[in-house]
């Protein structure tokens, strides 16, 4: 896994070898000062010698200098190594991301996919110059400090070395028992602000029903179960700082009363004792550092776990060896086409769909939810594989299709659609970049986009905020069609993409589509039996089958779930929309 | 007179969001206060005890610094040399510091114990107090405030405000007794030396100060850039399937690069400023140390001002642990700074006003003696409005029926812009009145004001005769059943969701509301019926299911008046029959007011009413309506009218 995410870090490896380099280069002189310190003491102010004090003193501040260099040398370095690593995650990922398939996004989502790429990395970039600063620093300067007080004196330092062991195991403990208790209080936390997210989207129906009392008495409950559960974890946490404390004091008692014993039988010097005092100081800091550092590492592997999920994920749909970079004609047939979403866990989505559509044709797709009317659709732009049979466009199968090809062609518009923030020039350009204004002028008058556009203050140049907030759902289904039409593509697949959209209008882009674009497929699904009765043949499914493939004329006399909707909607009963959104 | 005192109520100044005493990062000591007032509410002994055990703590730690320089000049020197050396002396000394340490570990464990329970208490009754007081704030506030916002609060606002009173607030203190106490163990020393110390400080100071502005410029530019390019992912994320349709994904990666890039540049000038602080205050700790040393060296060996080796080594390590506080409270800085802001939000939202009601019609449980309608104590299954008339001192009761008027109403969410203009309406009780219009023509908005989530600017809403404005908010609310296009429901049984709207239900009158609302059929198919457990907003339901749940809430709290706003398309047609049944069933013989997306429900209406732009364009039954041949002919036909007269 490590290894996985270092692999990143290309250009990043310098200064991620000289970030620990430094920190060394600092701890060695932060060893060295304690030393000096010692020897000012004892040489130069015991032994009243002056020059010496100035001496050494003098060399104390080179070691300083020395120390600052590396420290500032890490620091810069450090920052480097770190950040570059998370632009490197980010853009591995995205450019992964980019080659998914519709099943790729599926398996994630795409708010799985943001946190991997915005929370996942910065929690990364952070552990990362924490390692990279810390985990050197830490252990060495402990090492060094240990091998020191050894140096001055063997008997004193291994006071040390059992008080440091004793602490490891009671750090250890304690940090095991506060993260299973941590645990525990941060999922009753999430729930906790969960229920307050559910109070503040559903205060309509709090307050119509007065039901602000009840909420505030629940909310109080749970407040003060949270309240109990982080105290119980808390209060094991607040043993760390008495227990370091503690086994300082002990260590400085100690080595006092054993010092004083030295010194006075002439083993030990007094600047050497206060050396010793020092890196006990050290010492047990760094064992703290470590801890920390643990803690972090732990934090970041389900991080980095989720990080490489990404990078690895490898893409379900690939460009065929010799693709085909031509599509001759608009028509499309399905050869006992079996689809599942996941082939191990369910039973196909669609079952053995044998379908045979001729170029310029117009077809409607009526059904149920549930009754695999998109998927059928996006099957033919090859957005998923299918498990068995062959879907083919223009006489070809569409795994031999250049992707690209086939997909400027077989122009989807999707159920779900989003507009991106920039101009509508820009966000119907995606269609084709090199459009002229007059092209994207008549695809959006093809969709009947152009009326509501002219109307705004900046037409065309109207800026569209992200999601396309600022135009109601049925402008942005115009502008999402008029995106589509402007690829010229020679098959045309409407998934549901004028629900929003009046009765009139609905008819209005349906009369254009006939008299302007008439050679090019055009696939209509709809809930609305009136978008599709116009439609040459229709094509009835149910339950991933299709149950019915005829005229209009012929379906309501044939088939039952056609005759069932038609008159649900404008027969007898007469539920059909009332459709409001001029 | 009643009239009057509403009137002032309404006056401007009553408006949220206006006038409310607003903190001011500016000031940030008020705010600092505000939150030392909540912490010293219920925890002032707490607090009181915690600041005796820092000082203890602290007293301990320099009494250990003291000790060197006691032990090396008292003890250890003078029995250097001697043959048979006496420790008693020694060992007494000994004795007393393990006493002080002792007592100093003690101090810091109780300390940190009770910091526990300020810490969390606090926060604890902050949260439950932010939460009420939300739960008592006009729908306005809910409808001018993104949601992310008000969620941030309790996530990220509290939580920087938990790490401050937890962790800074013990470490300030515990600093600034530190601070004190060495300084004056310092000056007791020697005060040449301390100057000199405190020279080193300003200058560490200053070198801060100028580097944090630096890296503040810098940290600025990072914010920024990860605001957009997390901005750009999420973007693209959500239309990540549209990128592939389009094949837009090379130019895509080139934005992405581009603000990758950016981000990085900042990020690693944030970071590397950040991080060249500490070695840079280090190092400067140092060099004090030194001149310290030498300057020290001097006055010791000439012995002036009887200033000795010994004393010399304790000022040096006073020296070292001087600049450590210093050092830590410029580090909690930026936290503590950003927890104020935290603050500001949270103490934002409290102050906002809440719902004001100056009702005093309540809602009563009603039976008829001798022919008089007197309050009952017991459930009779029949209300009535309790009216107390001030001028006369009587009290009548009158039988709640459902009877609605709009008098010459005008209304607009803020004064500037009327979104309803001249809205006169009639709905007798039993009466289904639809309402129809474009989005925006203001349908949605009418039945904002019927349970006053808004309060109307002119005119006059009355309920059964009485004005609204009188009547109790809760009691105007429980006689009105709301059904909306959103659902929400809520974590917790399907059983629990449905008694949202009597909360003393039973399993029988549960059974009976799912029943009416056609919502039996599915709950009985669920793996554990009644007690399946919803989470996320009914994420396990379908659509349609969670709009059965919500008539079934709405049916069982009975109301004789109800607020409906049909679902648009999506649903499949089988279900939204369904659906469509269980409304019908719950419309029977009450009022209604709904805004209709289905042919039928408007068809069946006794009333339309065509909304456009905020006015009343037409009104009448469905045939009067198509008769006029105007605009419901044109929204029903989808013809304009001029191509049929054409």
């Given at each position: 896994?490590?290894?996985?995410?270092?692999g990143?870090?290309?250009?990043?490896?310098?200064p991620?070898?000289?970030?620990?380099?430094?920190?060394?280069?600092?701890?060695?002189?932060?060893?060295?000062?304690?030393?000096?310190?010692?020897?000012i003491?004892?040489?130069?102010?015991?032994?009243?010698?002056?020059?010496?004090?100035?001496?050494?003193?003098?060399?104390?501040?080179?070691?300083?200098?020395?120390?600052?260099?590396?420290?500032?040398?890490?620091?810069?370095?450090?920052?480097?190594?770190?950040?570059?690593?998370?632009?490197?995650l980010?853009?591995r990922?995205?450019?992964?991301?980019?080659?998914?398939?519709?099943?790729?996004?599926?398996?994630?989502?795409?708010?799985?996919?943001?946190?991997?790429?915005?929370?996942?990395v910065?929690?990364?970039?952070n552990?990362?110059?924490?390692i990279?600063?810390?985990?050197?620093?830490?252990?060495?300067?402990?090492?060094?400090?240990?091998?020191?007080?050894?140096?001055?004196?063997?008997?004193?330092?291994?006071?040390?070395?059992?008080a440091v062991?004793?602490?490891?195991?009671?750090?250890?403990?304690?940090?095991?028992?506060?993260?299973?208790?941590?645990?525990?209080?941060?999922?009753?936390?999430?729930?906790?602000?969960?229920?307050?997210?559910?109070n503040?989207?559903?205060?309509?129906?709090?307050?119509?029903?007065?039901?602000?009392?009840?909420?505030?008495?629940?909310?109080?409950?749970?407040?003060?179960?949270i309240?109990?559960?982080?105290?119980?974890?808390?209060k094991i946490v607040?043993?760390?700082?008495?227990?370091?404390?503690?086994?300082?004091?002990?260590?400085?008692?100690?080595?006092?009363?054993?010092?004083?014993?030295?010194?006075?039988s002439?083993?030990?010097?007094?600047?050497?004792?206060?050396?010793l005092?020092?890196?006990?100081?050290?010492?047990?800091?760094?064992?703290m550092?470590?801890?920390?550092?643990?803690?972090?590492?732990?934090m970041?592997?389900a991080?980095?776990?989720?990080?490489?999920e990404?990078?690895?994920?490898?893409?379900?749909?690939?460009?065929?060896?010799k693709?085909?970079?031509?599509v001759?004609?608009?028509?499309?047939?399905?050869?006992?086409?079996?689809?599942?979403?996941?082939?191990?866990?369910?039973?196909?989505?669609l079952?053995?769909?044998?379908?045979?559509?001729?170029s310029?044709?117009?077809?409607?797709?009526?059904?149920?939810?549930?009754?695999?009317k998109?998927t059928?659709?996006?099957?033919?732009?090859?957005l998923?594989?299918?498990?068995?049979?062959?879907v083919?466009?223009?006489?070809?199968?569409?795994?031999?299709?250049d992707?690209?090809?086939?997909?400027?062609?077989?122009?989807v518009?999707?159920?779900?659609?989003?507009?991106?923030?920039?101009?509508?020039?820009?966000n119907?350009?995606?269609?084709?970049?090199?459009?002229?204004?007059?092209?994207?002028?008549?695809?959006?008058?093809l969709a009947?986009?152009?009326?509501?556009?002219?109307?705004?203050?900046?037409?065309?140049?109207t800026?569209?905020e992200?999601?396309?907030?600022n135009?109601?759902?049925?402008?942005?289904?115009?502008?999402c069609i008029?995106r589509?039409?402007?690829?010229?593509?020679?098959?045309?697949?409407?998934?549901?993409?004028?629900?929003?959209?009046?009765?009139a209008?609905?008819?209005?882009?349906?009369?254009?589509?006939?008299?302007?674009?008439?050679?090019?497929?055009?696939?209509?699904i709809?809930?609305?039996?009136?978008?599709?009765?116009?439609?040459?043949?229709?094509?009835?499914?149910?339950?991933?089958?299709?149950?019915?493939?005829?005229?209009?004329?012929?379906?309501?006399?044939?088939?039952?779930?056609?005759?069932?909707?038609?008159?649900?909607?404008v027969?007898?009963?007469?539920?059909?929309?009332f459709?409001?959104?001029? | 007179?009643?009239e009057?005192?509403?009137?002032?109520?309404?006056?401007?100044?009553?408006?949220?969001?206006?006038?409310?005493?607003r903190?001011?990062?500016e000031?940030p000591?008020?705010?600092?206060?505000?939150i030392?007032?909540?912490v010293?509410?219920?925890?002032?002994?707490?607090?009181?005890?915690?600041?005796?055990?820092?000082?203890?703590?602290?007293?301990?730690?320099v009494q250990?610094?003291?000790?060197?320089?006691?032990?090396?000049?008292?003890?250890?020197?003078?029995?250097?040399?001697?043959?048979?050396?006496?420790y008693?002396?020694?060992?007494?000394?000994?004795?007393?510091?393990?006493?002080?340490?002792?007592?100093?570990v003690?101090?810091s464990?109780?300390?940190?114990?009770?910091?526990?329970?300020?810490?969390?208490?606090?926060?604890?009754?902050?949260?439950?107090e932010l939460?009420?007081?939300?739960?008592?704030?006009?729908?306005?506030?809910?409808?001018?405030?993104?949601?992310?916002?008000?969620?941030?609060?309790?996530?990220?606002?509290?939580?920087?405000?938990?790490?401050?009173?937890?962790?800074?607030?013990?470490?300030?203190?515990?600093s600034?007794?530190?601070?004190?106490?060495?300084f004056?163990?310092?000056?007791?020393?020697?005060?040449p030396?301390?100057?000199?110390t405190?020279?080193?400080?300003?200058?560490?100071?200053?070198?801060?100060?100028?580097?944090?502005?630096?890296?503040?410029?810098?940290?600025?530019?990072?914010?920024?850039?990860?605001?957009?390019?997390?901005?750009?992912?999420?973007?693209?994320?959500?239309?990540?399937?549209?990128?592939?349709?389009?094949?837009?994904?090379?130019?895509?990666?080139?934005?992405?690069?581009?603000?990758?890039e950016?981000?990085?540049q900042?990020?690693?000038?944030?970071?590397a400023?950040?991080?060249?602080?500490m070695?840079?205050?280090?190092?400067?700790?140092?060099?004090s140390?030194?001149?310290?040393?030498?300057?020290?060296?001097?006055?010791?060996?000439?012995?002036?001002?009887?200033f000795?080796?010994?004393?010399?080594?304790?000022?040096l390590?006073?020296?070292?642990?001087?600049?450590?506080?210093?050092?830590?409270v410029?580090?909690?800085?930026?936290?503590?700074?950003?927890?104020?802001?935290?603050?500001?939000?949270?103490?934002?939202?409290?102050d906002?006003?809440?719902e004001?009601?100056?009702?005093?019609?309540?809602?009563?449980?009603?039976?008829?003696?001798?022919?008089?309608?007197?309050?009952?104590?017991e459930?009779?299954?029949?209300w009535a409005?309790?009216?107390?008339?001030?001028a006369?001192?009587?009290?009548t009761?009158?039988?709640?029926?459902?009877?609605?008027?709009?008098?010459?109403?005008?209304?607009?969410?803020?004064?500037?812009?009327m979104?309803?203009?001249?809205?006169?309406?009639?709905?007798k009780p039993?009466q289904?009145?639809?309402?129809?219009?474009?989005?925006?023509?203001?349908?949605?908005?009418?039945?904002?004001?019927?349970?006053?989530?808004?309060?109307?600017?002119?005119?006059?809403?009355?309920?059964?005769?009485?004005?609204i404005?009188?009547?109790k908010?809760?009691?105007?609310?429980k006689?009105?059943?709301m059904?909306?296009?959103?659902?929400?429901l809520?974590?917790?049984?399907?059983?629990?969701n449905?008694?949202?709207?009597?909360?003393?239900?039973?399993?029988?009158?549960?059974?009976?509301?799912?029943?009416?609302?056609n919502?039996?059929?599915?709950?009985?198919?669920l793996?554990?019926?009644?007690?399946?457990?919803?989470?996320?907003?009914?994420?396990?339901?379908?659509?349609?299911?969670?709009?059965?749940?919500?008539?079934?809430?709405?049916?069982?709290?009975?109301?004789p008046?109800?607020?409906?706003d049909?679902?648009?398309?999506?649903?499949?047609?089988?279900?939204?029959?369904?659906?469509?049944d269980g409304?019908?069933?719950?419309?029977?013989?009450?009022?209604?007011?709904?805004?209709?997306?289905r042919?039928?429900t408007?068809?069946?209406?006794?009333?339309?009413?065509?909304?456009?732009?905020?006015?009343?364009v037409e009104?009448?039954?469905?045939?009067?309506?198509?008769?006029?041949?105007q605009?419901?002919?044109?929204?029903?036909?989808?013809?304009?009218?001029?191509?049929?007269?054409?």
């Open positions: 896994m490590v290894k996985k995410i270092l990143e870090l290309h250009e990043f490896k310098l991620s070898i000289l970030t620990p380099v430094c920190m060394i280069g600092e701890v060695i002189a932060e060893m060295i000062i304690p030393i000096l310190m010692g020897r003491v004892d040489l130069g102010i015991s032994g009243a010698d002056m020059n010496y004090i100035i001496r050494t003193g003098l060399m104390m501040i080179v070691v300083a200098l020395f120390g600052l260099a590396a420290g500032v040398g890490g620091a810069v370095f450090g920052s480097k190594a770190s950040t570059g690593l998370a632009r490197n980010r853009k990922m995205f450019d992964n991301i980019q080659t998914f398939s519709f099943s790729n996004i599926d398996k994630f989502s795409s708010a799985g996919l943001v946190t991997r790429l915005t929370t996942d910065t929690n990364i970039q552990s990362y110059q924490m990279l600063r810390m985990a050197m620093r830490a252990p060495a300067s402990m090492i060094i400090a240990m091998v020191m007080s050894f140096i001055i004196s063997p008997r004193l330092a291994s006071i040390y070395l059992i062991l004793c602490l490891a195991v009671i750090i250890v403990i304690m940090l095991n028992k506060a993260t299973r208790y941590f645990k525990e209080v941060f999922e009753k936390y999430d729930k906790l602000n969960e229920s307050v997210q559910e503040v989207s559903a205060i309509r129906v709090v307050k119509a029903y007065v039901r602000e009392e009840y909420e505030k008495s629940k909310f109080r409950t749970a407040a003060l179960n309240y109990e559960m982080f105290v119980r974890a808390e607040t043993l760390n700082g008495p227990v370091m404390t503690g086994t300082v004091y002990i260590c400085i008692i100690l080595i006092s009363w054993i010092g004083a014993h030295m010194i006075v002439g083993e030990l010097t007094t600047g050497a004792m206060m050396s005092l020092t890196y006990c100081m050290n010492i047990l800091m760094s064992l550092m470590l801890s920390m550092i643990f803690v972090m590492i732990t970041s592997q991080s980095a776990k989720r990080i490489i990404v990078i690895d994920e490898k893409t379900s749909i690939d460009n065929p060896e693709p085909i970079t031509e001759k004609d608009g028509s499309i047939a399905f050869e006992h086409v079996n689809f599942s979403y996941n082939v191990e866990s369910e039973e196909p989505v079952k053995d769909v044998n379908l045979e559509i001729k310029g044709e117009t077809i409607g797709i009526i059904g149920g939810t549930g009754s695999s998109s059928l659709v996006n099957l033919i732009s090859r998923y594989d299918v498990n068995e049979g062959r083919l466009v223009g006489g070809v199968d569409v795994k031999k299709y992707m690209e090809t086939l997909r400027n062609q077989v122009s518009v999707l159920q779900k659609n989003v507009l991106f923030s920039g101009t509508i020039y820009e119907i350009r995606w269609g084709d970049k090199n459009a002229t204004d007059e092209e994207v002028r008549k695809a959006c008058c009947c986009a152009d009326e509501f556009i002219e109307k705004m203050p900046n037409g065309y140049d800026f569209i992200q999601g396309g907030a135009v109601s759902g049925g402008q942005r289904q115009r502008l008029a589509a039409l402007l690829k010229k593509p020679k098959v045309l697949i409407l998934d549901d993409s004028t629900s929003a959209v009046d009765t209008t609905d008819a209005k882009i349906r009369k254009a589509f006939a008299e302007e674009i008439p050679n090019t497929t055009k696939l209509i709809a809930q609305r039996i009136s978008s599709i009765q116009g439609c040459d043949r229709i094509i009835v499914m149910d339950d991933g089958r299709i149950d019915g493939f005829d005229t209009h004329e012929n379906l309501l006399e044939n088939n039952t779930i056609y005759r069932e909707v038609y008159d649900s909607q027969g007898s009963s007469g539920d059909a929309d459709d409001e959104k001029v | 007179m009643a009057e005192k509403i009137k002032e109520v309404r006056g401007p100044g009553q408006r949220p969001g206006r006038g409310a005493p903190p001011d990062i000031n000591g008020a705010l600092f206060k505000r030392m007032g909540y010293l509410k219920d925890y002032t002994l707490h607090l009181v005890i915690v600041i005796a055990c820092i000082i203890l703590t602290v007293v301990a730690s250990g610094t003291l000790f060197t320089k006691t032990l090396i000049d008292s003890y250890i020197t003078p029995l250097i040399g001697q043959a048979n050396p006496d008693g002396p020694l060992a007494n000394a000994i004795g007393r510091v393990v006493m002080f340490y002792a007592l100093g003690v101090a464990f109780i300390q940190a114990r009770l910091m526990i329970f300020v810490g969390q208490g606090t926060l604890r009754n902050l949260r439950i939460f009420e007081h939300m739960e008592s704030l006009p729908i306005k506030y809910f409808d001018t405030h993104a949601h992310g916002d008000i969620m941030s609060i309790y996530t990220n606002d509290i939580d920087t405000l938990r790490q401050m009173i937890s962790m800074s607030l013990p470490q300030l203190l515990n600034a007794i530190t601070i004190v106490s060495v004056v163990s310092m000056l007791v020393l020697s005060i030396l301390t100057i000199v405190i020279a080193m400080v300003g200058v560490t100071l200053f070198v801060t100060a100028k580097t944090t502005k630096v890296s503040g410029k810098n940290f600025v530019d990072q914010q920024r850039n990860i605001g957009t390019l997390n901005g750009y992912i999420e973007e693209i994320m959500t239309g990540q399937k549209v990128v592939k349709v389009f094949c837009h994904e090379d130019e895509v990666i080139n934005k992405f690069d581009e603000l990758n950016e981000l990085y900042s990020a690693y000038k944030a970071n400023f950040a991080n060249i602080l070695p840079i205050v280090a190092q400067i700790g140092n060099l140390y030194v001149i310290c040393a030498i300057i020290g060296g001097a006055i010791a060996l000439n012995q002036y001002l009887g000795t080796v010994g004393g010399l080594a304790s000022f390590t006073f020296n070292k642990s001087f600049s450590m506080p210093i050092n830590q410029s580090m909690q800085f930026n936290s503590i700074i950003m927890a104020l802001a935290g603050a500001e939000r949270i103490f934002k939202l409290i906002e006003k809440p004001t009601d100056d009702g005093y019609v309540m809602l009563v449980n009603a039976k008829e003696e001798n022919g008089q309608i007197v309050e009952s104590e459930f009779t299954g029949h409005w309790k009216h107390y008339h001030k006369e001192g009587t009290t009761y009158q039988p709640m029926e459902g009877d609605v008027t709009f008098n010459d109403v005008d209304f607009g969410y803020t004064d500037e812009k979104v309803l203009h001249n809205i006169l309406l009639h709905a039993g289904k009145v639809a309402l129809v219009g474009s989005t925006g023509a203001g349908k949605t908005t009418i039945t904002n004001l019927i349970n006053r989530f808004y309060d109307i600017q002119d005119g006059k809403i009355r309920y059964d005769n009485i004005n404005n009188k009547i908010k809760a009691d105007l609310r006689s009105l059943g059904v909306l296009q959103d659902t929400h809520f974590t917790g049984t399907v059983a629990d449905i008694r949202y709207g009597k909360l003393d239900a039973t399993d029988e009158e549960v059974k009976a509301a799912a029943k009416l609302a919502a039996h059929g599915f709950i009985k198919r793996p554990e019926g009644y007690n399946t457990m919803l989470t996320g907003d009914g994420a396990n339901l379908s659509q349609g299911q969670r709009q059965l749940l919500a008539i079934a809430r709405a049916a069982i709290a009975n109301p008046v109800l607020i409906l049909e679902a648009t398309s999506s649903i499949d047609t089988r279900t939204e029959k369904i659906v469509q409304m019908d069933k719950l419309m029977h013989g009450r009022t209604t007011f709904v805004i209709a997306h042919l039928s408007v068809k069946n209406s006794d009333c339309i009413v065509v909304l456009e732009q905020g006015r009343i009104m009448g039954t469905h045939e009067e309506l198509l008769e006029l041949k605009r419901y002919y044109q929204l029903y036909t989808g013809n304009k009218p001029d191509m049929v007269s054409a």
